[in-house]
């Protein structure tokens, strides 16, 4: 029994204290979406000599906006319809696969899930495809979901136990959304989780997309998905009220997909504020006691600390402009103002439409207890009229004025202790954290920059020649801590120098 | 005889075959790359704009202003530039001249911001609100006489609510002391870059130099959290006046 809770308490740790170790495994680099390494080759003192030990070209136009994969020294990433094998010290390509033309919607590409020696990799056309990480050759192709009604797929899978935990997008027609387990070694669907009724239910709502990877504590045993909007997107006539289970966040069980509990972050949402962003787990004191957290900073502009095992609000702030609801409910969910909802002439909203935040990572740091997400202040005008009809998009907005500013956050208050500029418009950076006490993100013009943590001030920087549009990541390989970040069609691995 | 008719018969049905390639390909690789943002039928969708009703495509003859624009990218919009080939660009211009005749053929039926659309709000209060917020640095008589003539609608209060395009300037002033004036071309934490009157690029370190830039248009970005929506209803109705 001793041993067994002891096997139990390392494995916990391994997820919730030393994050990703040496590789980058999953998405989000382990279970708890912290985007948080223990390295500590790189530190404040000696990053100033952060220098490139090799750089990758895809060669292609598609920007990259994955997540790279590194496992055993290869790492693994993708654009839509391409997977890359290159070796994590030389850059060097293994393989290179290409999935066939097709007609889905190629908007970008998150990575890949990988279970064994087998990778996960969905489609523009909203299939999934398993490859064989030594040479990537396919091993099954199923569909996911009816590319021609709308749907394509663009995420990175969770893999939980033996579990391949799919999702879906699809925002120009009224689509249900929904979650999938699948079976690493067939394909076979073990189970679904619906976020919305089936398409032409009356007075219900459809969408709730399940398009950003979510997290995993295996103590609650529970699985942490953000939802997608509802649609129609801008009009809400035809479907009255919460729109459950869309932009929230909700704990599922990994062996059944049974839902646990449900927190909506925006009811009724009229402004595309996908509550998708990352659930992050976070074991800590909130008030004095200690708490199992999820922290999500969520594209409605609201920053939630919820405890995890329950559902149950611990703190909901803006922590920016917000200018669309009239507070929190008793539960902790915004309440959205019915004046604010897209009109015929318009309505000013803050932020817009891509929201306060969105697909890009935040990070949380343990030893400041700071929660550092790349902010997108903003203001729009959204219009709805009757004659934009019930499908799809069904009005119009346009985004007025934005910048990017990386946020610090405490999480007991929600509010930040230091804000960084980072630019006018927005950025496409995530963050990462190590234990030394750096925070890697990049800027609106394409710049690379490593900040102190506790303050916010820039160590280092190189322009990258591109908006990033990835978050970063960090691994080490015979006793060298890298830093990976990918700009464009480039993926670069940042160092210090060999001894 | 028979030989050389063949070969007219090429040289004529080659170009027109290509021709009807990329129509048929235009809707494919528009929504591959663009539906995403400008919507499948390129009436907008994710912070992108409508496309039907965009004054560039209706300027557009043949892709003279479409075709650069995709090539480039907008990058300061969040725009990517598209390599894609003459064949597939010419399916995108003509997929969009298609959609945009369809949706002039469909008026009433559609989504899009009208011109009538957003003149709900009172020219008297606008007037007033003008007068007390925006008269400090426009003039009806001055800058902003016969505004109305030149913008309308959604652009007019897209315009009014924040001028993107608006340049800034800067003053940097060198370590020996002499100072330098002239267009903001690029800042950040690291650099900062002036065009001069002549036109030549200059940039320093910001560590290393002194410098004020100056952005008027800034003062807008101030209004955005001060208004209500009938403060910009009313301002629209006013600015509509301006003929």
Request: a negative charge.
């Amino acid at each position: 029994m001793k041993l067994w809770l002891t096997m139990i308490f390392l494995a916990v740790s391994t997820v919730f204290a030393g994050g990703p170790g040496d590789g980058w495994p999953t998405y989000h680099g382990d279970y708890s979406g912290r985007r948080h390494s223990a390295l500590t080759q790189i530190t404040p003192a000696n990053v100033g000599g952060l220098t490139l030990a090799w750089a990758f070209q895809t060669s292609q136009t598609a920007a990259i906006k994955s997540s790279s994969l590194v496992v055993d020294g290869v790492m693994y990433f993708t654009v839509p319809d391409n997977v890359w094998a290159v070796d994590a010290r030389s850059g060097q390509q293994i393989w290179h696969y290409t999935y066939p033309p097709n007609k889905g919607l190629h908007i970008g590409h998150r990575g890949l899930g990988m279970y064994k020696d087998w990778l996960f990799f969905l489609t523009p056309d909203a299939h999934l495809v398993s490859l064989n990480a030594n040479d990537g050759k396919v091993r099954w192709t199923v569909e996911v979901a009816d590319a021609t009604k709308g749907y394509w797929t663009t995420m990175a899978p969770l893999i939980v136990e033996n579990h391949v935990i799919i999702g879906v997008s699809g925002d120009f027609d009224n689509l249900r959304g929904f979650l999938r387990s699948v079976d690493p070694e067939t394909g076979k669907t073990q189970w679904e989780w619906d976020s919305t009724p089936p398409a032409g239910t009356p007075n219900a709502t459809t969408g709730g997309m399940t398009w950003m990877t979510g997290t995993y504590d295996s103590s609650l045993d529970l699985i942490y998905w953000g939802t997608g909007n509802p649609t129609p997107v801008l009009t809400a006539t035809t479907r009255p009220g919460d729109d459950l289970y869309t932009c929230s966040i909700v704990a599922l069980r990994p062996e059944t997909g049974k839902l646990a509990w449900a927190f909506q972050a925006s009811p009724h949402d009229t402004h595309d504020w996908d509550a998708a962003e990352v659930p992050v787990l976070v074991d800590g004191n909130f008030d004095g006691a200690p708490r199992k957290m999820l922290m999500q900073a969520s594209r409605n502009g609201y920053f939630f600390v919820l405890d995890r095992a329950t559902g149950k609000s611990l703190l909901s702030a803006p922590f920016g402009p917000v200018n669309w609801s009239l507070g929190v409910d008793a539960k902790g969910q915004p309440v959205p103002n019915p004046k604010k909802e897209p009109a015929p002439d318009g309505r000013l909203i803050a932020p817009d439409e891509g929201g306060l935040t969105n697909y890009r990572s935040p990070s949380f740091d343990p030893k400041t207890g700071l929660f550092l997400v790349s902010s997108h202040p903003s203001w729009s005008v959204y219009f709805a009229k009757p004659a934009d009809g019930t499908y799809g998009w069904a009005g119009a907005d346009y985004g007025v004025w934005g910048k990017a500013v990386l946020e610090a956050i405490d999480y007991q208050t929600g509010k930040p202790r230091w804000t960084h500029e980072l630019g006018p418009n927005g950025s496409g950076a995530g963050v990462l954290t190590t234990d030394s006490g750096l925070a890697f993100t990049g800027d609106a013009h394409g710049n690379f920059l490593a900040l102190e943590t506790a303050s916010g001030k820039t160590l280092w920087h190189a322009g990258t020649g591109s908006r990033m549009e990835t978050s970063p990541e960090t691994y080490e390989l015979d006793g060298r801590q890298y830093v990976l970040t990918s700009s464009g069609g480039v993926v670069f691995a940042w160092a210090l120098p060999e001894r | 005889m028979k030989v050389r008719i063949e070969v007219v018969l090429l040289i004529w049905s080659a170009p027109v075959l290509a021709q009807q390639a990329s129509i048929d390909s235009g809707p494919v690789v528009f929504r591959r790359d663009c539906a995403f943002c400008h919507g499948r039928d390129g009436g907008g969708g994710e912070s992108g704009p409508d496309l039907t009703r965009s004054k560039l495509v209706g300027d557009d003859k043949g892709g003279s202003t479409i075709g650069p624009l995709v090539r480039e990218g907008r990058p300061d919009r969040g725009m990517p530039a598209f390599h894609l080939s003459d064949e597939d660009l010419a399916g995108v211009v003509a997929f969009l001249h298609a959609q945009a005749t369809k949706a002039e053929a469909n008026k009433g039926g559609r989504k899009g911001v009208d011109e009538a659309d957003l003149l709900t709000g009172n020219a008297e209060a606008g007037k007033r609100y003008f007068e007390q917020a925006c008269a400090r640095c426009h003039s009806v008589t001055g800058d902003l006489a016969g505004l109305a003539g030149r913008l309308h609608g959604l652009r007019l209060e897209e315009r009014m609510l924040y001028p993107r395009n608006a340049k800034s300037t800067v003053t940097v002033t060198l370590p020996d002391g002499e100072t330098l004036s002239g267009e903001l071309v690029y800042l950040d934490e690291f650099t900062v870059a002036l065009k001069e009157a002549s036109g030549k690029h200059r940039s320093w370190r910001t560590t290393d130099v002194k410098y004020t830039v100056s952005s008027p248009a800034e003062a807008h970005v101030e209004l955005l959290p001060k208004y209500t929506d009938e403060d910009v209803h009313n301002l629209v109705a006013y600015l509509e006046t301006l003929r």
